[in-house]
Structure formats: structure tokens, C-alpha cells
């Protein structure tokens, strides 16, 4: 009788990239945002795309996120084709799909947390209640405070509570900590950590900080609008095990 070989588990793959470039033209200079890009974000995973200013990672998150579009190559979306897709079709791609948090929170400052949930709540298909997701980032005892009244750690998980709130398949966050000193940054890493935990949200975090690569599932890391290398952590590191 032969054995049985054991198989690794099949991964959903929740983006595939191919070949992407992208290329802004200002006068007759030409720039090389992405040059020849391949990647994949799989169900579940988190990563981090680690570079210094100018590498290419915000470019190569837009992409992903509908927010930009390719000069050329290849972006797929659970086998839908972005690189394809018109702006209503984009438009409800970012709406429905795709939680974003950047690195300014970007709140309402005359609607409390819990308005500021709602925004994204009332329109989504299948939302949270906001009660819910600002429980998930810690801020269940803050749901009528306003933005003034919350400290920029506080505010910042609002913004990823809003972005969690319609239940997207992937979170994109640019920078999340940069306006944040590193205490309150660590805060704001766990609660993206607890989402990607519970919810099993594919979340992509955009950083210059080497240190934050110690929590990703792998580091993806650019430069000059390359993939210069690809690197998994055997040994994940909590975000509360995180210091800089």
C-alpha cells in the first residue's frame, strides 16, 4: 500500500499581480512609479510592503485598491480583472470590497465615533453595526465622543473601525502610525492585528519602518518601483512585542 503524501493547504488568492508598471508623465519626464511588479495577497494573510519614500509602495496600494489605475500589466481581484474595469465598476469595487486607512484619519469633526462609523455602516450591503466594530478596536466606552475630544491613537482607530465596519475582503493601510509616536503606534498595530486575527480580513500595511515587519505573515519590500525581495517570518511577532 502506498502512503498517502500530505498536501499543503490551497490558499485563496485575493489579489494576483502581474507585470505591473506605472508611469506618470509631467512635461516630457517621464516617471517610473512601478516597474514590472508580481505579487499576490492571499485570504487571511498579512503583509507588509516595506520601502523608502519613493519606492512605489502608496502607487502599487492605489493600484490595488481601485484607486489608481496600471500604465500596463495585470491586477486581479478574486479572478476579476481591475486592470479592465470602468470607474462605476471601480467605484463599487472600493465601496463594497476594500477597507482603507491611511496614515490622517480623515474624520468628520462634527459626527461623533459612532457618526463616523455610520457613514460607511448606511451604505454598505452587509455593514456592522458601529457599535460593533469600534467594540473590535478597542473604543467601545468612546461611541460619542468627537474627534476633538479623542486622542490621534483613538482617532486613528476610529478610521480603522470605519473602514472594518462594511466587512471588506481586504483592508489597505498607508502608513497608519507615521503621525503617531510609537507607543500610541503599537496600539493602533494591534487593533489591525485583532482584525486580521478575528475577521480574517487580507490586510496590506504600507511602511518605512523595518520594525513593523516582525508582525507580517511576509515582508514585501520595494525599491525604486521594484520587488527587490519577498522574505516570510517563521516566527510572527505581536504588535505588542513591536518597539522602535
Not at 496614515?103 to 457599535?131: C, G, K
Not at 460593533?132 to 473604543?139: N, T
Not at 480580513?201 to 511602511?207: C, N, P
Amino acid at each position: 500500500m502506498i502512503a498517502e503524501q500530505s498536501r499543503a493547504p490551497v490558499r485563496e488568492s485575493v489579489f494576483q499581480v502581474r507585470d505591473l508598471a506605472k508611469i506618470y508623465r509631467m512635461g516630457e519626464v517621464e516617471v517610473h512609479a512601478l516597474r514590472g511588479v508580481d505579487m499576490e495577497l492571499y485570504a487571511g494573510e498579512l503583509i507588509v510592503l516595506l520601502g523608502p519614500s519613493g519606492s512605489g509602495k502608496s502607487t502599487l496600494l492605489n493600484i490595488l485598491g481601485g484607486l489608481d489605475t496600471a500604465t500596463h500589466g495585470f491586477v486581479s481581484y478574486r479572478g476579476r480583472d481591475l486592470t479592465k474595469a470602468g470607474e462605476q465598476e471601480l467605484t463599487e469595487y472600493r465601496r463594497f470590497h476594500v477597507g482603507f486607512v491611511f496614515q490622517f484619519y480623515n474624520l468628520i469633526s462634527s459626527l461623533t465615533a459612532r457618526e463616523n462609523v455610520a457613514v460607511v455602516t448606511e451604505i454598505a450591503p452587509n455593514p456592522m453595526v458601529p457599535e460593533e466594530a469600534l467594540a473590535l478596536v478597542g473604543l467601545a466606552d468612546r461611541l460619542d465622543h468627537f474627534p476633538a475630544q479623542l486622542s490621534g491613537g483613538e482617532q486613528q482607530r476610529v478610521a480603522i473601525a470605519r473602514a472594518i465596519s462594511k466587512n471588506p475582503a481586504v483592508l489597505l493601510c498607508d502608513e497608519p502610525t507615521g503621525a503617531l509616536d510609537s507607543k500610541t503606534g503599537i496600539v493602533v498595530l494591534e487593533a489591525l492585528e485583532q482584525i486580521n486575527r478575528k475577521l480574517g480580513t487580507a490586510t496590506a500595511i504600507i511602511t518605512h519602518n523595518v520594525d513593523i515587519a516582525g508582525m507580517a505573515d511576509r515582508v514585501v519590500h520595494l525599491s525604486n518601483g521594484r520587488i527587490t525581495d519577498v522574505t516570510s517570518n517563521r516566527v510572527k511577532k505581536s504588535a505588542s512585542e513591536l518597539q522602535w
